[in-house]
T-cell receptor
């Protein structure tokens, strides 16, 4: 069975600074996806970034980038130039392939961006 | 384009009452999912469906039933609500060819 661990329940960062959120996972699968989802106070789940395990290049989406270390089973999210709107709960998720696209979520990291 | 719509947004039940949560998607997605979110636990999969007329158990299925009579709708039922079912419930859907799930806005359910 797969597990996803987010060891930082809460973090804070000053506006315009950079912050890194940690995620580790345990699996015996070789093919899978990893995701970071954002949940702002509105409760809506928003996809931030995804990484396919067979791709060595780290995914990047504007100010968001990941550090994917497959051998170490680590998938951290870096947010550059933090903005007040980045304040949210962030969830790391794992999905094996092939399959029915079931996600395994971590317990989340609550990020607060300070003005 | 509404995406994934959950009804209702809030509900309060008494122990033993029953209710149905409705999830509707207008993206013609084949796969649909029900999750519950509890403090400190992340989102956990309750049931899912890979097509009309098919359902399967997820990680925490006990106390819930589901039905998918139409492709666009996925219903989650609580036959006899318990306080342990107090949670925020999320519906999601996805294409069979894509790993990205699209989520509804959630339903906050309190069982007293």
């Amino acid at each position: 069975a797969q597990t996803v661990t987010q060891s930082q329940p809460e973090m804070s960062v000053q506006e315009a600074e950079t912050v890194t959120l940690s995620c580790t996972y345990d699996t015996s699968e070789n093919n899978y996806y990893l995701f970071w989802y954002k949940q702002p106070p509105s409760r809506q789940m928003i996809l931030v970034i995804r990484q396919e395990a067979y791709k060595q290049q780290n995914a990047t989406e504007n100010r968001f980038s990941v550090n994917f270390q497959k051998a170490a089973k680590s998938f951290s999210l870096k947010i550059s130039d933090s903005q007040l709107g980045d304040t949210a709960m962030y969830f790391c998720a794992f999905m094996k392939i092939p399959g029915t696209y079931k996600y395994i979520f971590g317990t989340g990291t609550r990020l607060k961006v300070l003005a | 384009n509404a995406g994934v719509t959950q009804t209702p947004k809030f509900r309060v039940l008494k122990t033993g009452q029953s209710m149905t949560l409705l999830c509707a998607q207008d993206m013609n997605h084949e796969y649909m999912y029900w999750y519950r979110q509890d403090p400190g636990m992340g989102l956990r999969l309750i049931h899912y469906s890979v097509g009309e007329g098919t359902t399967a158990k997820g990680e925490v299925p006990d106390g819930y039933n589901v039905s998918r009579l139409k492709k666009q709708n996925f219903l989650l039922g609580l036959e006899s609500a318990a306080p342990s079912q107090t949670s925020v419930y999320f519906c999601a859907s996805s294409y069979v060819t894509s790993p990205i799930q699209y989520f509804g806005a959630g339903t906050r359910l309190s069982v007293l």
